[in-house]
């Protein structure tokens, strides 16, 4: 849920938050919580990679079970929790032999409800099977690309990708992006749309909310000189002076595809996502 404040300040006015009166009220599990250091666009020779990201709140690592590798085993969801590190609420389960772990948190899903991750099982929220016994027209989410890997696709707040048909070994799946893929039907995807959907719907408001989560500033390329952007220079206000537009080392921006074309996965695309 969202909210909005008060227009006490400019920032404020048009500034939407996160209600978080429908989570848990209790701390993260200790032994599955933990510092971690943030390379913040760094390499491991300290260069900067990744262009204006850096600085932000200091964050504790949850750690996702992404495989759910406890078949048969019911879990009761013992809260809901936000994290920081990532848009979408995480679950934190008790397993029936003592075991605890945190997964994503699907719509649906509340404190209290029971959770089982099997080869074939009931369609609830948060519930985990093989892609083949999944009916055509299911929602799902955190999928796997290969057999045993663990969730890779699909968690995301809001997240979900509709089950559109089995075809001998392979399932099709229409993801968010309308790309229709097909994966093996022995891949595991979790039931039911993930939590947050109304994260699109948050406003920073100001500046300083985005260097809370560590973005840093970016400057427009027709603000610097030629010697340091393909647009820049020129008197006052000028175009940018190409047919296309260019990243700040001269390749092409805007519209370019980047997949490689001989990707082994392409074989595996039905349908290419709408641009």
Do not use: C
């Amino acid at each position: 849920m969202t909210k909005k404040y008060k227009p006490t300040t400019p920032g404020r006015r048009q500034m939407i938050g996160y209600d978080f009166s429908n989570l848990s009220n209790v701390d993260p599990l200790k032994s599955l919580t933990g510092g971690f250091r943030r390379a913040v666009g760094r390499n491991n020779q300290g260069r900067i990679t990744s262009r204006h990201r850096g600085s932000g709140v200091k964050r504790l690592f949850r750690q996702i079970d992404f495989k759910q590798v406890k078949v048969n085993i019911p879990a009761k969801v013992f809260s809901i929790e936000y994290d920081p590190n990532r848009t979408v609420r995480i679950a934190r389960l008790h397993y029936v032999d003592g075991a605890k772990s945190y997964i994503l948190a699907a719509e649906g899903m509340r404190v209290g409800g029971s959770v089982i991750f099997s080869e074939k099982t009931d369609l609830e929220p948060g519930n985990r099977m093989k892609l083949k016994n999944i009916p055509q027209g299911t929602v799902v989410h955190n999928i796997e690309i290969q057999p045993g890997r663990g969730g890779q696709l699909i968690r995301s707040a809001g997240g979900g990708a509709t089950v559109l048909a089995h075809e001998g070994e392979y399932v099709q799946v229409v993801l968010p992006s309308s790309e229709v893929r097909r994966f093996n039907g022995n891949v595991m995807a979790s039931i039911g749309q993930l939590s947050n959907a109304e994260h699109s719907s948050i406003v920073l408001g100001k500046a300083g909310r985005a260097r809370y989560l560590g973005r840093r500033p970016k400057v427009r390329g027709t603000a610097m000189n030629p010697v340091d952007h393909p647009h820049g220079g020129g008197e006052g206000r000028q175009p940018i002076g190409l047919k296309h537009p260019k990243t700040p080392w001269g390749k092409p921006a805007l519209g370019v595809k980047t997949r490689r074309k001989k990707k082994k996965s392409s074989k595996f695309i039905v349908r290419r996502r709408k641009k």
